[in-house]
């Protein structure tokens, strides 16, 4: 199992423009979450789904951010336009039934730099 | 959600047994402890959960409290890999969200 996959894993862009994280949950996990981790706000739960539909997506910081998930293998999240205090580290998570048994799994994680 | 309280950091010496407290005094009865480490330039990693009895993985022991108001996460023989950030996160039943909070950052003396 190569667990939670996450793509790029660092990514440096211009303000304005469009940026969008990728995410391969583990296989047979039918929920997803991202998270985002600043040093201000620490860990931050943007949107989950669940079996690819969007259940909370309270987190999310305005309009600009959105989240998809076409099929139980592929997440997106997507900025545009991205903006410097967008600059984090983003996380996708996997879980099977929401850990109550073995826990969420964490990818690696996007470095996010927007200059 | 209830919220936990943890020490902003610890120290423990390389090879000796370390506990992790945390305080979560409105707890209610549904409310998994989950524990849940970060080390450095990772994600968060799940490293164990209960609900009311002791519980033991390869990777901690997790005790809890006989009022469920407070537990404490222990590692038995502390190596320098286990420095990192670990959080204690009270999951309720039917609630898939996990929230953490600031943790307890721990530091391993070699």
């Known amino acids: 199992d190569a667990g939670v996959i996450q793509s790029p894993r660092h990514e440096v862009t211009e303000m304005g423009q469009e940026v969008t994280l990728r995410c391969k949950p583990i296989s047979g996990h039918d929920y997803l979450f991202w998270y985002r981790q600043t040093m201000m706000r620490g860990l931050e739960l943007l949107i989950y789904?669940?079996?690819?539909?969007?259940?909370?997506d309270s987190g999310m910081p305005e309009d600009r951010f959105s989240a998809k998930m076409p099929n139980a293998s592929f997440s997106t999240l997507k900025i545009q336009p991205s903006e410097p205090r967008d600059s984090a580290v983003y996380f996708c998570?996997?879980?099977?039934?929401?850990?109550?048994?073995?826990?969420?799994?964490f990818g690696s994680g996007t470095r996010l730099t927007v200059v | 959600d209830a919220k936990t309280t943890q020490p902003n950091s610890m120290e423990s010496n390389e090879e000796e047994p370390v506990h992790l407290p945390c305080n979560h005094s409105?707890?209610?009865?549904?409310?998994?402890i989950h524990w849940y480490r970060q080390l450095p330039s990772q994600g968060p990693e799940y490293v164990i959960h209960?609900?009311?009895s002791n519980v033991n993985n390869r990777m901690a022991s997790l005790a809890i409290a006989e009022d469920r108001k407070s537990s404490t996460l222990i590692l038995h023989r502390a190596t320098l890999r286990d420095a990192a950030v670990y959080y204690c996160i009270l999951k309720g039943r039917g609630n898939e969200k996990l929230t953490f909070g600031t943790g307890t950052r721990l530091t391993i003396i070699p």
């Open positions: 998570a996997s879980s099977a039934i929401p850990g109550q048994d073995y826990g969420y799994t």
């Open positions: 409105t707890i209610s009865g549904t409310d998994y």
């Open positions: 209960g609900l009311t």
């Open positions: 789904f669940n079996n690819n539909v969007p259940i909370d």
